[in-house]
Nanobody, 123 residues
Framework: QVQLVESGGELVQTGGSLRLSCAAS????????VAWFRQAPGKQREFAAW????????KYAEAVKDRFTIARNNAENTASLQMNSLKPEDTAVYYC????????????????WGKGTLVTVSS
């Protein structure tokens, strides 16, 4: 089992930046790919970013590409999501997820989830 805890969400103005963190405990984090998903009020959870477990390979949703950067530190059992040029439409609860047994962008295939951290971008 892996426990995930997100942090770093807060209220920020349009154009601002935030860095979200995901801290893992329990079983080693380094064996799993990690992803960030987000869920805006009244909407379904959607994929934002993914990073491989054994290489620096990353994937991004088109909506966040070139603005968000996912990273991981296996030695510290952490992952992060650097978010720049934030827009009001980025407002959502952001979730860290690990260990997918299916497509990297499919929320239903991830086994471990954090409880989320709220990001609010004001216009």
């Amino acid at each position: 089992q892996v426990q995930l805890v997100e942090s770093g969400g807060e209220l920020v103005q349009t154009g601002g930046s935030l860095r979200l963190s995901c801290a893992a405990s329990g079983r080693s984090f380094s064996d799993y790919s990690v992803a960030w998903f987000r869920q805006a009020p009244g909407k379904q959870r959607e994929f934002a970013a993914w990073i491989a477990w054994n290489s620096p390979a990353t994937k991004y949703a088109e909506a966040v590409k070139d603005r968000f950067t996912i990273a991981r530190n296996n030695a510290e059992n952490t992952a992060s999501l650097q978010m720049n040029s934030l827009k009001p439409e980025d407002t959502a609860v952001y979730y860290c997820a690990a260990y997918s047994t299916g497509p990297y962008d499919s929320a239903g295939h991830y086994h471990y989830w954090g409880k989320g951290t709220l990001v609010t971008v004001s216009s």
